[in-house]
């Protein structure tokens, strides 16, 4: 079975502060699919990033940075100098690849930036 | 379409009544995917569609949700009998097909029972 854990419920930052998003993946599956989803105050869930299981570079865009790590099943995301605007829940899921498989979502963290 | 389109954006319905809620998916997008999402809780996976086939229905939580989908476009997921705890915000997804693409969601329907 998929399992995404999310150990953090609720991070608070001041603005230009890093902030690291934890989370821990379980799969059986050889070949799987990790994503980050942001889900600001509006409600709509923005998809941010796709990682697949046999790419293990990790990648930055802007601000941004995501670490995927094998070895300990994990895929944290970085946000640098963090912006009010980033203040979301942020979801990472996941969904393995053999048969028909669902998109497993973790229990999401809150991110709360103040000025 | 350009996004995943969701009817009604609001529902409020009495107890007891059946609703039913949309879901236009993107364009080409073969999956589809229902959650559910509880007042500040995570989302609880619902049903998934690959074409008009139902792979995976153990999201389900009673027998009084159900959903259908067909020409491997539209979506409807029909709740019989409202309680109370159906109350949330009942989102839907689409992606290009299963697997590793990325599903993008649609803004989501809000579902009260009073």
């Known amino acids: 079975a998929q399992k995404v854990t999310q150990a953090q419920t609720e991070i608070s930052v001041v603005e230009k502060e890093d902030v690291t998003l934890d989370c821990v993946y379980e799969t059986r599956d050889t070949t799987y699919y990790l994503f980050w989803y942001k889900q600001p105050p509006s409600g709509e869930l923005v998809f941010l990033i796709r990682?697949?299981?046999?790419?293990?570079q990790n990648e930055i865009s802007g601000r941004y940075s995501w670490n995927f790590q094998k070895s300990t099943s994990s895929f944290n995301f970085t946000i640098t100098a963090s912006q009010v605007v980033d203040s979301a829940v942020y979801f990472c899921a996941l969904r393995g690849d053999e048969g028909f498989q669902k998109l497993v979502f973790g229990t999401g963290t809150r991110l709360l930036v103040s000025p | 379409g350009a996004g995943v389109s969701q009817s009604p954006s609001n529902k409020v319905t009495e107890k007891g009544k059946d609703v039913e809620l949309r879901c236009d998916p993107i364009?080409?997008?073969?999956?589809l995917y229902w959650y559910r999402q509880s007042l500040g809780q995570g989302l609880e996976f619902l049903i998934y569609?690959?074409?008009?086939?139902?792979?995976?229905k153990s999201g389900l939580p009673s027998d009084r949700f159900s959903a259908e989908r067909t020409g491997g476009s539209v979506s409807t997921l029909t709740i019989q009998r409202t309680q109370q705890e159906d109350s949330a915000v009942y989102l839907c997804?689409?992606?290009?097909?299963?697997?590793?693409?990325?599903?993008?969601f649609g803004q989501g329907t809000r579902l009260t029972v009073v």
């Open positions: 569609f690959q074409g008009n086939s139902a792979p995976d």
């Open positions: 990682r697949n299981s046999f790419d293990e």
């Open positions: 364009s080409g997008h073969t999956a």
């Open positions: 997804a689409s992606s290009l097909r299963q697997g590793g693409t990325e599903a993008f």
